[in-house]
Nanobody, 119 residues
């Protein structure tokens, strides 16, 4: 069974920083994409930042220059360093892995961690 455990969320004032971590365990398979999504109240879940196999990254325009995603392959862990946080970054942040298993591409999600940015 695959488990994704997020940590590092919390409350911070605008301009502050947080670092999210997501540790993956279990029979994940061959990871194709690993990264972070977020969902604010009343809004759809959206991509924040992902690392694609081969090492390339993709960021939402709204976080470019402020957030940095990194991955530790040996630990099956992905991090999201969030700087210069804004109130509009307030959301539940979810870790996601898309990985190839024996029967195709699997989509795994963590339970989420709350990030609250006050003005």
């Amino acid at each position: 069974q695959v488990q994704l455990v997020e940590s590092g969320g919390g409350s911070v004032q605008a301009g502050g920083s947080l670092r999210l971590s997501c540790a993956a365990s279990g029979s994940i398979g061959s990871i194709n994409v690993i990264g972070w999504y977020r969902q604010a109240p009343g809004k759809q879940r959206e991509l924040v930042a992902v690392v694609i196999s081969g090492g390339s990254t993709n960021y939402a325009d709204s976080v470019k220059g402020r957030f940095t995603i990194s991955r530790d392959n040996a630990k099956n862990t992905v991090y999201l360093q969030m700087n210069s946080l804004k109130p509009e970054d307030t959301a539940v942040y979810y870790c996601n892995i898309k990985a190839y298993g024996n029967y195709g591409l699997n989509d795994y999600w963590g339970r989420g961690t709350q990030v609250t940015v006050s003005s």
